[in-house]
C-alpha cells in the first residue's frame, strides 16, 4: 500500500521545467532523511552531480542539502 507518498510535480530552481517528484524519489529522499524537496530536476541534478566529482573539493557548494554529513 502507499505510505503518505504521491506524486507530485516541483519546479527546478535551475532550469525552470517542471519536473516529476515520483513516489520513489520521495522514498529514496525519505529513508536518506531529506526532509526537503529536491531543487532540480533530474537532468540538473545529474549535471550538477558530475559537475561536482569533475571539480573536486576545490569549489564551494552552497546548495549542500543533498549532502548529509555523519
Ligand atoms: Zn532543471
Known sequence: MAN???P???ICSECGEEFAFTVAAQEYFAE???TEDPK???ACYTQ???TKR???RSTPVSSSRYQIRK
Open 32 to 34: 536518506r532523511g531529506y
Open 40 to 42: 532540480k530536476c533530474k
Open 8 to 10: 507530485r510535480v516541483l
Open 4 to 6: 503518505g507518498f504521491k
Open 48 to 50: 550538477y552531480k558530475k
Open 54 to 56: 569533475d571539480s573536486g
